[in-house]
């Protein structure tokens, strides 16, 4: 790189630390930071510590930065803000490549104000940093194609740790690897598919050995994605049921306008960007095609948008080239067009902070001032020597939550989980995950449903616990303007009929 081109780096590169470290996380939010906390305490995918698939080198990366912060949350979140500065130089390194340092520095621009970016720079969760590895790997095997493999050998060691992060960016990302390597000539593939299988392995065989096997492994992500991602997935379902693909189509579009804001309509506004011939038009969908199609044909939430991350270094390259012809085309003065520039940089910044979405800081910093008064009210009403906690598997406020914020107390997962040896009760206590075979016994005397709530009828799941128990089981305690719902432990076999057993 030039010496301008590395000022461009630093400058972006530090914006990107600073404004992530004052608006980072201060305890984990998603159910999914909790996971990985407990996996880097004590790494087991099939007590989801983390979830399947593992995220492995994810783990193993906090691992080594808690030499600097002992604090597993705090080493998680200076992951995500390390790979944010990466990012943004990658990112600008591959528009720069593409159409030239003005659109370079667009497209860094907007990675620097992207609402879920900057959320994601912020926050214990991996998908900032497997957007890292995508545009890694990526700018690696635009090399390949336009040198005939020349990186093959250190794009496919990317890779390797591409999917060491996060499993699914190999199903993302090979296939752009081994379009990028059609014209290496076969020895040189050769050598580098054995050096992405030996890098995989490196992996690989730690993690299923840290997970009590392959047998057991695969087991628990099996399990994940019957419950999760493989839900109404069938044979012939894409065919027949047009529906959930419309609806995920939908939250791919919705993902992006949250990515990109001000920025987003500039495809329909502006024709395709000088530059952006058939070879990179033909990569950019090679890169994007495989993760679009999975997130609109199999799986997509909308309370996880991070998802489409791994899809975006392209996209805002392209971005940025179209955001560069129209600077470069305004009649206004420079300080005309720096001015609107800075007004959509405003509006994108606003859109992180003010808007009613799970990822903006004011939903943030409202989530932390409930969590404060969640942990208050319990603790006042149930004392953990005789009382469990029953949680729900939600995102926000669930089971692994009661689990993170009250160790004292023995916390339960409803429903039970179907395995196949049975129901199997997930619970946690003093940080660690347990699989109970049964409702457990003990000195308990009653249990309480979590999340306390100003009204139980502001959560669907407590609305639908409360319907499983008869007339006058349950009764409810105010607690500091929340409601404690709370009841006998000898009635919790209603909400576990296949793995109850009545308490002594």
Known sequence: MSSRTTKDCAWLALAVAVSRYLFRTESPYLLDSINFILGVNEFDPTRHQPHPPGYYLYIQGARLLQFVWSDPHTALV?????????TVVLVYLLSLQWFGRRAALFSGLLFVASPLCWFHGGVALVYIVEMF????????CWRNAESRGKSAFSSAVALGLAAGVRQSSIVFLGPLWLFSLRRAGAARIAAACALLAAALLAWMLPMAAASGGVAQYWDALAGLWNRAAGQGLTAGSIASKMWPVVSRALCVAVVYVLIFATAAPLPLMRPMPGGFDSPKRLFAAVWIAPGLLFFVLIFMRLINGGYLLVLIPPVMAFLGAQAAEWFEESQSAGRGRLAVVGVFVALNIAAFLFTPTYFSYSHVRTDARETIGIERALRGAAPPENTLIVGFDDHMHGARHAGYYFPEYLSIECPGAVTERGVRIVAMRQGNTEILQSLPAGPYQRFVLFPPRPSPADSPNLSTAREAFPPGALRVEKVG?????????????????EAARMPE
């Open 481 to 497: 303007g929340y409601e404690v719902v709370t009841g006998s432990i000898r009635d919790l076999h209603y909400l576990f009929p």
């Open 78 to 86: 200076a992951l995500s803000i390390l790979a944010s500065c990466g």
């Open 133 to 140: 590895f995508s545009a890694l790997v990526g700018l690696l």
